[in-house]
């Protein structure tokens, strides 16, 4: 069975600087796609950045990338200029990409942005 | 991407009774999902709704419990019977499999909280 693994429950960045939220996972699949999602407080959870296992380019979206590293089975998140607007829930969560679409979610990070 | 809405946005209810959570989305889609989100945790899939054909449940999720429609391709509709305490959570439903979107994208819904007292 596939597991996503977040070791950082809880984590604080300053605004303007950068952090990086880390994300393992475990599975068998050769092909398979990898997401992070955001859920503000209270709020919808959207679709931050995804990547495709295939793809050996990192995915980049405006101040979000991710470190994809295929053999070590990670994926973290980077998110530069850091803005209050960030603080929320980051879940990180797995697809294969064969079969229907369901996915498997780590347990989350709860981002903290200070002024 | 798709725009999702569920009705209602949150509910406080009494033990024993149920309630029907609705999901509509903008546009056809293939594969409709239901989560559940506990305080403070993470998403556990309960269901897939399929259009046309009986849902497929998740381990530890059953029919009686949480009885699933899926009339159409653009809504769904998730029940939760006979409730206790124990059910306060947040009900996400997502979207997946659309046509324009190679990679199989879920969007979620905006959740339904609900409290059982």
């Known amino acids: 069975a596939q597991t996503v693994t977040q070791s950082q429950p809880e984590m604080s960045v300053q605004e303007a600087e950068t952090v990086t939220l880390s994300c393992t996972y475990d599975?068998?699949?050769?092909?398979?796609?990898l997401f992070w999602y955001k859920q503000p407080p209270s709020r919808q959870m959207i679709l931050v950045i995804r990547?495709?296992?295939?793809?050996?380019q990192n995915a980049t979206e405006n101040r979000f990338s991710v470190n994809f590293q295929k053999a070590a089975k990670s994926f973290s998140l980077k998110i530069s200029d850091s803005q209050l607007g960030d603080a929320a829930m980051y879940f990180c969560?797995?697809?294969?990409?064969?079969?229907?679409?369901?996915?498997?979610f780590g347990k989350g990070t709860m981002l903290l942005v200070s002024p | 991407s798709a725009v999702i809405s569920q009705k209602p946005s949150r509910d406080i209810c009494q033990r024993g009774t149920s309630l029907t959570i609705q999901c509509q989305v903008d546009s056809q889609v293939t594969m409709m999902f239901w989560y559940r989100q506990q305080p403070g945790q993470s998403l556990t899939l309960i269901a897939t709704?399929?259009?046309?054909?009986?849902?497929?449940?998740e381990s530890g999720f059953v029919i009686d419990k949480f009885p699933i429609s899926r009339p159409n391709l653009t809504f769904s509709t998730l029940t939760v019977s006979n409730m206790s305490p124990e059910d306060s959570s947040i009900y996400l439903c997502?979207?997946?499999?659309?046509?324009?979107?190679?990679?199989?994208?879920?969007?979620f819904g905006p959740g339904t909280r609900l409290t059982v007292l």
């Open positions: 709704a399929n259009q046309g054909s009986e849902a497929t449940y």
């Open positions: 969560a797995y697809r294969p990409s064969s079969g229907y679409s369901t996915l498997t």
């Open positions: 990547q495709e296992a295939y793809k050996q």
């Open positions: 599975t068998s699949e050769s092909d398979y796609y």
């Open positions: 997502s979207v997946g499999g659309k046509g324009l979107d190679p990679t199989d994208t879920q969007y």
